[in-house]
């Protein structure tokens, strides 16, 4: 889901975004969301809500998805990141790649930072991050994983369609888990010790595909990336 303010921003259509939000915020959320918006109940937690709004959406649909701390979106521009005031052109180009190499999951450079971003896009086993990444809708690949859905989604992608799209030229603005009120730090106690287990647990259904981050200690993982670019 999406906030006002990011909509705005953007210049997206209200009239084709639903917020799905934890059941009994419907009312808080539609008093603030743009008029044309669906505010929709979905499930109290972040990978049932995600697995309840794709099932409630047509198979292969196109769906953006944003969390409700994206502030923005950057694209990046010689050597520096620019603002992006219309992101919809750039969601029509990154699906319309993805249906030309037959995948149906794309996301873009984590961090808005030059230093980390280039001006390429590349397929293959690359983590799609999820504050804001695009789907041919596949209810069929549900996450079952709450601090690590996101890996969890990039693998179930990756094992079904043998790729999956990043855009390293493009990124947005999030706030980080734990900054904002609701979201993963509402349902996760202890996230740090359900996001060991949850590495742990991708490290054993993938092993050759997840390795553990030794730098940034047991929470967290890296892609045995393969592929390359377009």
């Known amino acids: ?64 998805w944003c969390d409700d701390d994206v502030t923005g979106w950057v694209a990046l521009s010689g050597g520096k990141v620019d603002p992006v ?28 930072n030059p230093f980390y971003m280039a001006p390429r896009t590349k397929i293959g086993l690359y983590y799609a991050y999820g504050a804001h990444y695009g789907v041919l809708n596949r209810p069929d690949l549900e996450v079952t994983l709450e601090a690590k859905e996101d890996y969890e989604r990039t ?22 888990v734990g900054k904002t009120p609701g979201g993963l730090q509402d349902t996760l106690i202890d996230r740090e010790t ?4 949850e590495a742990q647990a991708l490290m054993t259904r993938w092993p050759a595909l997840v390795q553990p981050n030794r730098r940034r200690g047991g929470h967290e993982i890296l892609l045995r990336r393969s592929g390359g670019s377009l």
Do not use: C
């Not at 750039?90 to 984590?110: D, I, K, N």
């Open 1 to 64: 889901m999406t906030t006002p303010d990011a909509l705005i921003l953007a210049g997206i259509d209200p009239e084709i975004v639903t917020i799905w939000v934890t059941p009994g915020q419907e009312a808080e959320y539609r008093a603030e969301a743009p008029r044309g918006m669906r505010v929709e109940a979905g499930q109290p937690t972040l990978h049932a809500n995600r697995n309840f709004a794709s099932l409630m959406t047509p198979e292969k649909a196109e769906v953006v």
């Open 85 to 112: 005031r219309d992101v919809t052109p750039y969601w029509e180009q990154f699906f319309s790649v993805a249906r030309e190499e037959h995948v149906t999951l794309w996301g873009a450079a984590p961090t808005p």
């Open 155 to 176: 693998l179930l992608h990756y094992e079904s369609d043998g790729g999956v799209l990043r855009f390293d030229f493009f990124s947005m603005h999030a706030s980080k």
């Open 194 to 197: 359900i996001a060991i287990a």
